[in-house]
């Protein structure tokens, strides 16, 4: 969520102490919409992870449960399948020459 007032001098103070830097800071508060003022100031950098939802997010969790990986669902939705077909069409088994029986 995205601040809605200035940093003070104590909070940019605070974030310094932190090892974060005003850079870092606004882009946290003003540009990213994940994060909350007091995580912002305390968590020092490349210590918290916020799960970001793209534009195929819900389809790739899809393709994962139907043990679809990522770079074949990319490849599908290259070659023009739709997000539903190529998160749920089965993948086909390779055939190994010599173990016929």
Do not use: C
Not at 6 to 22: C, H, M, Q, Y
Not at 39 to 57: C, D, K, M, S, W
């Amino acid at each position: 969520m995205a601040l809605d007032r200035w940093l003070t001098d104590e909070e940019r103070a605070r974030a310094k102490a932190n090892g974060i830097g005003t850079k870092t800071l606004y882009y946290l508060l003003y540009i990213s919409d994940k994060w909350e003022l007091e995580e912002a100031l305390t968590a020092p950098p490349g210590t918290v992870r916020h799960e970001y939802e793209g534009e195929n997010h819900k389809w790739l969790k899809l393709a994962k449960a139907n043990g679809i990986k990522v770079k074949l669902f990319h490849q599908r939705r290259k070659l023009g399948w739709g997000h539903h077909k190529a998160a749920t069409k089965p993948v086909r088994k390779k055939k190994v020459p010599g173990n016929e029986r």
